[in-house]
């Protein structure tokens, strides 16, 4: 099972296998085609409420992460979960992001369920 985390803007590599954009919203400035995007489910993405928490700096990235844990629980992100879990028994799946630091964000914490 191999679960990686990039970069969007970053250019496709052959051994990325699926790509998996992990975004609620399109990257600004890419083109589908240059994105090479295989599967976008919205369902995996932090709530915006969650988002915009986070990103004002109200709370560490360990509470982010668990509050983000939560919200996957629900039945349509659970789903989609189970469906990028059965891709990485098929082969290699790269989770797609265009935050500066995936480390620290939501892709992260996907692919550590992931894996």
Same mark, same amino acid.
């Given at each position: 099972?191999?679960?990686?985390?990039?970069?969007?803007?970053?250019?496709?590599?052959?051994?990325?296998?699926?790509?998996?954009?992990?975004? @609620?919203?399109?990257?600004?400035?890419?083109?589908? $085609? /240059? =994105?090479?995007?295989?599967?976008?489910?919205? !369902? &995996? +993405?932090?709530?915006?409420?969650?988002?915009?928490?986070?990103?004002?700096?109200?709370?560490?990235?360990?509470?982010?992460?668990? @509050?983000?844990?939560?919200?996957?629980?629900?039945? $349509? /992100? =659970?789903?989609?979960?189970?469906?990028?879990? !059965? &891709? +990485?028994?098929?082969?290699?799946?790269?989770?797609?992001?265009?935050?500066?630091?995936?480390?620290?964000?939501?892709?992260?914490?996907?692919?550590?369920?992931?894996?």
């Amino acid at each position: 099972m191999s679960v990686r985390v990039r970069r969007v803007h970053e250019p496709a590599e052959p051994d990325d296998g699926v790509r998996v954009l992990v975004d @609620r919203l399109w990257p600004r400035g890419l083109s589908k $085609e /240059a =994105a090479r995007v295989d599967e976008w489910p919205k !369902a &995996l +993405t932090p709530s915006t409420e969650l988002r915009r928490w986070y990103h004002a700096g109200e709370g560490p990235y360990e509470e982010f992460a668990r @509050r983000f844990e939560a919200e996957l629980a629900a039945p $349509e /992100a =659970a789903g989609e979960l189970d469906r990028v879990r !059965a &891709l +990485t028994r098929e082969g290699p799946v790269t989770l797609l992001t265009a935050v500066k630091a995936p480390e620290h964000s939501h892709a992260a914490v996907l692919a550590r369920l992931l894996a």
